[in-house]
């Protein structure tokens, strides 16, 4: 039996901004087909709208797809038909998640030009960051997926790192 081929996911009909294939930052990453001005709303992020609660028990499991939407409820886009959960993380990101009226939007955040791929900063707090490290490959790239206001926190932390291994090392 021969074995199947696994088809790249597509963007919902209608989208005339992106096309998905491998990516150099990670896995599959979605890329411009054509010019796309600051502003534009690229694809709307979907999927099941979940609880506090189940979003607590979803992220224990590793589930890195959660969305903010209220005080009451998240977005979980690990879901098949989400193909917006493959964009990828930067720490100089073109575009930007946008909740309007409980939708999550990417926009860009700048003119995209065709064959960049489009990107965005998962906005990650410090809590476990270290088990999520960053390739993004950026000038400003702190090494692990944070929000840009912990870009800071995290290089103090791993100067501190290294000092501290530094120390260890010159002391054997």
């Avoid at 790249?8 to 896995?27: A, C, D, T, V, W």
């Avoid at 409820?73 to 409980?102: K, M, T, Y």
Wanted: positive net charge; proline residues 6%; charged residues 30%.
């Amino acid at each position: 039996m021969a074995a199947r081929r696994r088809s790249l996911p597509q963007p919902p009909p209608g989208n005339k901004y992106i096309e998905f294939r491998p990516s150099g930052i990670h896995g599959l990453g979605a890329f411009a087909i054509r010019k796309i001005r600051k502003g534009t709303r690229i694809i709307e992020y979907v999927g099941r709208k979940i609880s506090k609660q189940e979003s607590l028990e979803q992220l224990q499991q590793q589930n890195t797809y959660i969305f903010d939407l209220d005080e009451q409820w998240d977005l979980d886009g690990n879901v098949e038909w989400n193909p917006a959960r493959f964009i990828n993380h930067s720490c100089q990101p073109n575009c930007e998640a946008l909740n309007e009226d409980g939708r999550i939007w990417i926009v860009a955040l700048r003119t995209i030009q065709p064959g960049e791929e489009i990107t965005f900063n998962y906005g990650y707090d410090l809590t476990d960051y270290r088990d999520h490290p960053c390739r993004c490959g950026a000038p400003n790239c702190v090494g692990y997926i944070v929000a840009e206001e912990f870009f800071e926190e995290v290089r103090r932390r791993e100067a501190q790192r290294r000092e501290l291994e530094a120390r260890r090392r010159s002391t054997r």
